[in-house]
Structure formats: C-alpha cells, structure tokens
C-alpha cells in the first residue's frame, strides 16, 4: 500500500485509498481527544455553554469600539451610577465590519496558504494539527450557527473552508517532500 504521509489513513479496509492521506492521523486524533477533555473538563461542552459561545460571537461582531474618551466617558458614569444606553452598530455598519473581517480572514489565509512551502517540517505538522482542531471545533458549534445571521455564517463558513485548504495544503506539501 503507497505511503500516506507517515501514516495509512486508519484505512481498515486494505483496499487502497488515494484520500486515505487526508485522514485525521494518530497525533491529530490524540491531539483533539486531549481538547475535548479539557473543553468538557470545563463544562465548555454543555448546550448552555456552546450556546452562549455562539451567541457570544454575534455580541462581539455587534460592539462599538470606543474612542478613550468614550471609555473616559463610560467609567465616569459607572463611578457616578449612571447608566448610558447601549452603543450597537447599525445593521449598514455591522455589514461594513462583517466584510472587512472577511477581506482581513481571505487575505490572512491566502498569505498562509502561500508561505506553505516555506515552512518547515515541524510547522508543517503544526499548521496540520492546528487546521485539523479547527474543523474539530467547528463540528461541536455547527448545530448552534443555525440561528446566527447570514453574514456571521459566511464568516464561519469561508474560515472552516479556509482551514480544510491550509490541512490539505500542509499534507499535500509533506508528500510532496516525501515525508
């Protein structure tokens, strides 16, 4: 059976697979067992509490960043008990910063995904095994994304696809070297 990057794929069948090498190997497997029992160690992994990630997700991409003499503004009023409304951004806004976090994600990424055959042995597998524990996550909140807003799944969609290109990319850049 041909080599599949320094493991077979955990192809119980015998029968040759040419995706075998994209399977999650045994580094990666032990790698994600180990955050799963941090992240339930924590009682991260509870509905409550990767409820309240989503839904912290969509308060963080709702918050107006303050100027210091905002902020200057805000503790003054908390010293003195009073309350100052909530600043939100319009729904235009939240548009305006949904596609500048995509454009900063896309081109993040692309610069990632251009420098793999630069890195090392060593940061390959890194870039590997942190891509893989990405998707690994992404497979515990997928269920809760169902009531986020459009524009927050787009973002959430393009970073998984641009972790499986970055794992496929690093894996492919082994084999090719021959590792």
Not at 60 to 84: I, R
Not at 127 to 151: C, M, Q, T, W
Request: aromatic content about 8%; proline content about 5%; glycine content about 6%.
């Amino acid at each position: 059976m041909p080599s599949s990057g320094g493991q077979e794929g955990h192809n119980l069948t015998g029968v040759y697979d040419p995706n075998a090498i994209y399977f999650p190997n045994e580094e990666e497997l032990n790698a994600s067992l180990a955050m799963e029992e941090g992240l339930d160690a924590q009682k991260l992994l509870t509905p409550e509490s990767l409820q309240k990630t989503t839904a912290d997700f969509t308060e963080l991409n709702k918050y107006v960043f303050l100027s210091p003499a905002e902020m200057d503004e805000e503790a003054l009023a908390w010293k003195n008990g009073t309350s100052l409304p909530q600043r939100t951004l319009s729904l235009n806004e939240q548009e305006v910063r949904y596609q500048e976090k995509k454009n900063l994600m896309n081109d993040f990424y692309a610069k990632a995904l251009e420098d793999i055959p630069k890195l090392s042995p060593i940061q390959l597998s890194h870039l590997r095994g942190n891509s893989f524990l990405g998707i690994f996550a992404h497979s515990y909140l997928k269920d809760y994304f169902v009531s986020l807003p459009e524009s927050e799944k787009q973002i959430i969609d393009t970073n998984l696809h641009w972790l499986v290109s970055l794992r496929k990319a690093a894996i492919d850049e082994a084999v090719r070297r021959g590792k």
